[in-house]
C-alpha cells in the first residue's frame, strides 16, 4: 500500500527554524532552513512559523502527499497540553497560542513541543536510544536540559517543565547560574560556563574567547589547565547525571547538544566518573546522540503523528 500522507514538522530555534515534511515511517521527503530573526519580535516570528509551516503543507499537495498534521517544537516553557509557547528568552514568546494559531491558519491538527523534549523523542525513538525503553537525553549547549523518555512518550511535567536538569545543584559554592541561584549543574558543565571556567583559570594568560570544544582539545593535547578545567566539568557532570540515574532508572542516557560533539573525550572520562558514582543502582548505557541537529525536528514530527494516531515508524522494525 502506497502511503502519501506526511506531517510538516517545525523547530524552532532562537537563531534559525529547522522545517520538514516527514512521513509517517520517519523518511524526511523535504527540508528547509529559514532564520528565525527573533529581533522582529515575538508576533513578527509567529507570522514566519505560519508562512513557513502553510507554505511545507503547500509544497506537499503539490507533490501530490497528503499532509495530515503540524507539530512545532519551540524552547523555553511550553504548555503542551494547551498549546502554548509560555515563555522563550530566545525567541521572545509570552504565552502564545501557538498550536490554536496553527490549526486556524492551516486547517491542521497541530502540536507543540518543547524542543529539547522531542529531540530526546527522536533520540529515543529514531535515534541513539532506539530499542531501549527508557532514555535519559541530556543536551548539553549554552545550557543543559533533558528529556525523560518512557517506551516513545517524553514526560512534560505538571507545568510544561519536566528535564530541567540543567538547574539541579551540583557545587553549592559555584557560580552563579542564569536561573539566580548558585551551583547549578549548567553554571558549572555547560558548553558556555567550561569556556568561561577556562578564561578565568587562565587569567591574563588565555585568549579571550575559548570554546569548550578548545578546552577539549587542549586538554587531549595535555595542556594541563584545560585537563583540570574539563575534568571538573565532566565531576559536575556524572554528579548531575548520577542525580538523574537515581531518579528515573533508564537504560539509556544519550547526549547531545554542542559538548556531546567531543565524542570520546567527553564520554570515556565521564563514564568512568558515572561508574565510581553508582552504588546500587544499575548503570546506564552512556552514548552519543545520532540524529545531530535534525534530532528537534524529527521529534516534532513525531509529536504530529502521534497527535494523530499514527505510529508506524521504528518500533515496528
Ligand atoms: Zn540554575
Redo the contacts with the bound molecule.
Sequence with gaps: MSDDRVVVALDVGGTGMKCALVRPDGVVVSTERHPTDAARGPAAVVGTILDVAGGLAEKARADGLTPIAVGIAVPGVVDEARGVAVWSANVGFRDVPLRDLTVQRLGLPTALGHDVRVGGLAEARLGAGRGTGHVLFVAIGTGIAAAHVVDGTAAVGAHGAAGEI??ILVRPDGPR?????PG?L??VASASAIGRRYAELAGDTADTQVTAAEVADRAAAGEPLAGQVWQEAVEALADGLASGQALFDVATIVLGGGLAQAGERLLTPLRAALHERMTFHREPQLVAAALGDEAGCLGAALLALDAVGVRDHQEKR
Design positions: 540543567g538547574h547560574c542564569g536561573c539566580g541561584r547549578c549548567e553554571a
